[in-house]
């Protein structure tokens, strides 16, 4: 099947009591058993597994063309499974050096503690993860492609050749890019993690993480670690990105519609002093975008004329994009990284990843596009 027919139909069949076409929302901790530790198809404890979940779970794996799909209670719930399932004390893991904040938060606040290292590379440029690679044994190469913010590209081929060769497993979080825009797993890696909140709920109403494999020993890994840690998502939340996924394909085609045209203002924008999307031909890996990606996603990142102080009262100057965290809704968002999504990265390391104090990023929602610049233009004649 293509994608979109996959996206609304994958894990789903009509409910055998009813026909109902969506599947149900099993509200159930518990399931009766025919005998003490004879269970229906796995169903004993919510806990271990859910209808909802697992009907969402089918369809996650479908949309990576993956065996496995995982359902977590958040991105980085998700994150920290992958995390519990394959490191000891001891293990390194190569990441790069402009991840989301959160995601560095747990490496350094949670993991450091106990005993995992994190050489933070570049890994835009693959001779950086070879050179990282050499340095001595690793676990896992994490990478985010594009990043967040800076929208970097990271060949993936390249990186699962390199780590694979030396032994080293390799996850990618493909949160920006969606199944839709980009598959790590056929482009060679192990584990793709997603915050199922951004794109694939997209509706900007639940919380959600997913992971997706191919390895049948490392899903029971990553399996174990929602049983024991419960860190599941809940049949509501399960359904609300059921609904979500249906129509993740149309929404992706109209947030890279939008995106294109607010990048192409903001380029020729006198105020602008920088614009960061992959589709501008100036994007240092826009061919490897053009390679990777099969088009280049709803987020811009850009860097105002003037002072930080300027770039601030901007993302409070707009009224259709809305001044918020998160990303990957219907609607458009406007955020400043450093004090908002990015602040538990020290300033210092922020400066050398190259996340400007002035950068400010855009989620660029389903809205007329006409509309959105025209929110932007008032913007700049606010002050």
């Excluded at 904040?101 to 995992?116: K, S």
């Excluded at 811009?300 to 901007?314: A, K, N, P, T």
Aim: proline share 5%; net charge negative; glycine share 8%.
């Amino acid at each position: 099947m293509r994608f979109g027919t996959t996206a609304v139909h994958a894990g789903q069949e009509p409910d055998p009591t009813t026909g109902a076409i969506m599947t149900p929302i099993f509200c159930t901790s518990t399931y009766v058993q025919e005998y003490p530790a004879v269970v229906k198809d796995g169903y004993d404890y919510s806990r271990g597994k859910n209808p909802t979940r697992h009907a969402l779970e089918c369809n996650l794996a479908g949309l990576e063309s993956a065996r496995h799909g995982m359902s977590f209670s958040s991105g980085l719930a998700a994150t920290h499974a992958v995390l519990m399932a394959v490191l000891k004390p001891g293990d390194r893991v190569i990441c790069g050096n402009d991840l989301y904040g959160g995601t560095y938060r747990l490496f350094r606040a949670v993991f450091e503690p106990m005993g995992i290292t994190f050489s933070i590379v570049d890994t835009t440029d693959t001779a950086n993860v070879a050179a990282a690679l050499a340095e001595g044994p690793a676990r896992l190469v994490w990478v985010e492609t594009p990043t967040n913010p800076l929208l970097r590209i990271t060949d993936l081929a390249e990186i699962s050749r390199l780590a694979h060769e030396a032994g080293v497993m390799v996850a990618a979080d493909n949160t920006f890019a969606t199944p839709f825009l980009q598959r790590p797993l056929e482009l060679g890696c192990d584990i793709v993690m997603h915050s199922a909140t951004k794109y694939l709920g997209g509706h900007s109403d639940v919380i959600s993480g997913a992971i997706m494999v191919n390895d049948d020993e490392l899903a029971e890994k990553v399996r174990f670690q929602q049983m024991a840690v419960g860190s599941v998502s809940g049949p509501l939340d399960c359904f609300l990105v059921l609904r979500g996924t249906k129509t993740l394909h149309l929404r992706m085609e109209r947030h890279c519609r939008n995106a294109r045209a607010i990048a192409e203002y903001l380029s020729s924008h006198s105020r602008v002093a920088k614009v960061i999307y992959p589709g501008l031909a100036e994007h240092p890996q826009h061919e490897l975008a053009s390679r990777q990606m099969s088009d280049f996603g709803g987020m811009i990142s850009f860097v105002l004329d003037g002072s930080v102080e300027d770039g601030m009262r901007f993302t409070a100057n707009t009224k259709i994009f809305a001044l918020a965290e998160s990303l990957g809704g219907v609607e458009s968002l406007i955020e400043h990284p450093p004090s908002m999504t990015h602040a538990s990265i020290p300033a210092e390391q922020r400066r050398e990843s190259g996340l400007d104090d002035g950068l400010i990023r855009l989620s660029v929602g389903v809205e007329d596009e006409a509309d959105l610049i025209a929110d932007l233009e008032q913007a700049f004649g606010a002050g």
